[in-house]
């Protein structure tokens, strides 16, 4: 499981504490460029995963979908070690 911490401004320009969890990273990875894409603006995000926290760059996201760039690096690295 992974977890989201953030902070951001939403839509109607309040600031907002949020926590969002999710199967697994890439997962949380689509539901903040999600949010981002539906005017969240973040201004820290942090990833827990496996008892660790990471700092995301917040600028990362910016709505537009990882999946497919994701995927991509996934099969790079697959030929890589095959």
């Not at 539906?38 to 700092?55: C, Y």
Request: hydrophobic content about 40%; charged content about 20%.
């Amino acid at each position: 499981m992974s977890i989201l911490v953030f902070s951001c401004i939403c839509p109607d320009g309040c600031p907002q504490e949020c926590s969002y969890g999710c199967q697994d990273l890439e997962s949380c990875l689509e539901a903040l460029t999600t949010f981002a894409g539906s005017g969240w603006q973040f201004t820290k995000i942090v990833l827990i995963e496996n008892k660790r926290s990471i700092l995301l760059p917040v600028e990362a996201f910016d709505g537009r979908s990882i999946r497919a760039p994701l995927e991509a690096l996934r099969r790079e690295w697959e030929q890589i070690l095959a």
